[in-house]
Nanobody, 127 residues
């Protein structure tokens, strides 16, 4: 079992920045590929970014490329999402997820591929 808890959400103005954290406990963090997803009211959950278990590979949804950066610190069992140039359409509950993988370059971009989820943190971008 892996327990995930997000933090760092809040309210920010258009163009502002936030840094989300996802703290993991339980099993060896370095064995898991990680991802960020978000869900806005009335919309389906959508993929935001993913990172391989070593942190050496990342992948982003087109709508966040150049604005968001995913990273991880395996020594601290924590993944991060640096969000810059925030827009009102970025308003959503952001959740982190983890899945056990067996190769250093494995990434996952579909929510059903993930086994463990955090409760989420609200991000609100006001205009």
């Amino acid at each position: 079992q892996v327990q995930l808890v997000e933090s760092g959400g809040g309210m920010v103005q258009v163009g502002g920045s936030l840094r989300l954290s996802c703290a993991a406990s339980g099993r060896t963090f370095s064995r898991y590929a990680m991802g960020w997803f978000r869900q806005a009211p009335g919309k389906e959950r959508e993929f935001v970014a993913s990172i391989s278990r070593t942190g050496g590979y990342t992948y982003y949804a087109d709508f966040v490329k150049g604005r968001f950066t995913v990273s991880s610190d395996n020594a601290k069992n924590t993944m991060f999402l640096q969000m810059n140039s925030l827009k009102p359409e970025d308003t959503a509950v952001y959740s982190c997820a983890a899945v056990l993988v067996y190769n250093d370059d494995e990434l996952r971009i579909r929510d059903y591929e993930y086994d463990y989820w955090g409760p989420g943190t609200q991000v609100t971008v006001s205009s």
